[in-house]
């Protein structure tokens, strides 16, 4: 059992870890953090979090993080360094630390640059779960049940630290999956990053397309879900494509490539066979995707 | 009020249509067509329409239509030719023609290649209401209501016949909108053929990846929804992008020079403030698409 839980970033993820670990019955207290005043008095009004500590107030999160045995950064991953920063005065061997960040060797560059080394009781964490809502109205003490979560433990890692962070995400109902930072960002650049990427350059360039011609007013429910990513925020995502940008350029170029290869089909004298099968392809590369989910929408 | 209404092609939009009218009080009697016995039987029996006739019988189709005095093909647009090439020795001046395919040059191009000429009362109409699902079992009477259906009529279409295919789907709720064919063409190939064909180019590329790295298992809802459209039906993909290849080809070249340039701003020295006017400008432009919807889900 936590004693005291800080959770730093008390938004749609920091918040419903909050929340499912006091269904849970996990921790005693909640200790929250955040920038934003609004929101952290939300998260107190809601009974999300026991006590609110304003991260904008010179000390706010160092007071919180220091009494808590359990520490959660779930800030976006953009904000990770300088969260390390207000953290390092009073990290503490006997505590948990663990994040939430979408890109992990960027986290584990950041705490090797504020502390000189990687922290034994430090793991990097990433739980697939996000969504295009934010805020602590949003959080939801199941939104992690029978979602993946991701952890990226170094050979520093102490061993004990990352089994009560597995225990810890499996209480939540997660499926805990454990892998290198590298294959981390590798795996997530191609499911995740290079999708948003994607559905910000389309949209970028049909909205130019559409102030000539008013084009967005014809289109429907496909255009509308394949474009869902683009609503996401545009601050987090610049953050997080930046910091695994060295993953992301080259999908881009393999994507360019991909593309080049299909407008030749396309563009061919007798294309029909070559593209009803490369349509099939994908559309059974997809099948092998959905087969991973019970019974859910697709 | 339509006396005999004859729907070729008793899939999702062709059963939806038959609902629709019957439910409307449209007409008073629906004849089905269609080349797949088990949906034809299915249709029949679930009393979508009053009699079958079987498209794969010599005679099927023509018999059908002859006594009708509305004729809606709703067949895949890649089956358009020769669906008119049966309907030609039983065409009658006195009944109205329309069809619902997603690419609008090409179907009036078949006309005139059948035909040796546009025909008056032939009003080429795509009601925008896809969906992954297919076959008269998934077929619904409230498919159109709220949805938009463009109407390309030409120069020589008949004035009346085009008011009363306008009206016709109108009383099925659809927001019908009339515009050139080429202006249809250039339309959809970018809100609809190009997101189809950057879906499957995704998943084609990614599903490789998978094969050995094993990427699928860690993707997430952000995933499933933005390649949605990849289970699309390739038959029916590969002829809408062929027949409409024109107008995506150079689409796709241009996506080329998107991701380029996006590709040139994340590798950047100082990419930060750029990429951020990048992503907010893309999740404006799709803020502006949304504002189209009413409140649904979006």
Same mark, same amino acid.
């Given at each position: 059992?936590?004693?005291?839980?800080c959770?730093i970033?008390?938004?749609?993820?920091?918040?419903?870890?909050?929340?499912?670990?006091?269904?849970?019955?996990?921790?005693?207290?909640?200790l929250?953090v955040d920038a934003?005043?609004?929101?952290l008095?939300?998260?107190?009004?809601?009974?999300?979090?026991?006590s609110a500590f304003d991260a904008a107030q010179p000390g706010g999160l160092a007071s919180a993080a220091e009494s808590a045995?359990?520490?959660?950064?779930?800030?976006?991953?953009?904000?990770?360094?300088p969260v390390l920063v207000a953290l390092r005065p009073v990290w503490?061997?006997?505590?948990?630390?663990?994040?939430?960040?979408?890109?992990?060797?960027?986290?584990?560059?950041?705490?090797?640059?504020?502390?000189?080394?990687?922290?034994?009781?430090?793991?990097?964490?990433?739980?697939?779960?996000?969504?295009?809502?934010?805020?602590? !109205?949003?959080?939801?003490?199941?939104?992690? /049940?029978?979602?993946?979560?991701?952890? *990226?433990?170094?050979? !520093? *890692?102490?061993?004990?630290?990352?089994?009560?962070?597995?225990?810890?995400?499996?209480?939540?109902?997660?499926?805990?999956?454990?892998?290198?930072?590298?294959?981390?960002?590798?795996?997530?650049?191609? *499911?995740?990053?290079?999708?948003?990427?994607?559905?910000?350059?389309?949209?970028?360039?049909?909205?130019?397309?559409?102030?000539?011609?008013?084009?967005?007013?014809?289109?429907?429910?496909?255009?509308?879900?394949?474009? /869902?990513?683009?609503?996401?925020?545009?601050?987090?995502?610049?953050?997080?494509?930046?910091?695994? /940008?060295?993953?992301?350029?080259?999908?881009?170029?393999?994507? /360019?490539?991909?593309?080049?290869?299909?407008?030749?089909?396309?563009?061919?004298?007798?294309?029909?066979?070559?593209?009803?099968?490369?349509?099939?392809?994908?559309?059974?590369?997809?099948?092998?995707?959905?087969?991973?989910?019970?019974?859910?929408?697709?």
């Amino acid at each position: 059992m936590i004693d005291r839980l800080c959770v730093i970033g008390v938004g749609l993820i920091g918040g419903s870890i909050a929340k499912a670990a006091r269904e849970g019955g996990l921790c005693r207290e909640i200790l929250g953090v955040d920038a934003d005043g609004d929101n952290l008095a939300k998260a107190l009004e809601l009974g999300v979090i026991d006590s609110a500590f304003d991260a904008a107030q010179p000390g706010g999160l160092a007071s919180a993080a220091e009494s808590a045995d359990w520490v959660v950064i779930a800030t976006p991953v953009g904000l990770l360094s300088p969260v390390l920063v207000a953290l390092r005065p009073v990290w503490s061997a006997l505590a948990v630390y663990t994040d939430v960040g979408s890109t992990k060797q960027s986290v584990i560059e950041a705490v090797v640059n504020v502390f000189g080394a990687v922290q034994a009781n430090f793991v990097p964490g990433h739980p697939i779960a996000g969504a295009e809502r934010s805020g602590v !109205e949003a959080a939801d003490g199941g939104l992690y /049940r029978n979602k993946r979560v991701i952890l *990226t433990p170094l050979p !520093e *890692t102490d061993e004990a630290v990352l089994r009560r962070v597995e225990t810890f995400w499996a209480s939540l109902g997660a499926k805990v999956s454990l892998m290198t930072a590298a294959h981390h960002d590798e795996v997530f650049a191609a *499911t995740s990053h290079l999708p948003h990427v994607l559905a910000y350059a389309l949209v970028h360039m049909l909205g130019r397309k559409d102030q000539q011609q008013e084009i967005f007013q014809y289109a429907g429910a496909g255009f509308r879900d394949f474009t /869902r990513i683009a609503s996401s925020n545009p601050q987090m995502w610049k953050d997080i494509c930046l910091l695994n /940008r060295g993953q992301i350029l080259p999908l881009i170029a393999d994507l /360019r490539h991909e593309l080049d290869g299909l407008a030749a089909l396309l563009g061919a004298e007798s294309a029909d066979e070559d593209l009803l099968a490369y349509f099939t392809e994908a559309r059974d590369a997809r099948e092998r995707f959905l087969a991973q989910f019970p019974d859910e929408s697709r």
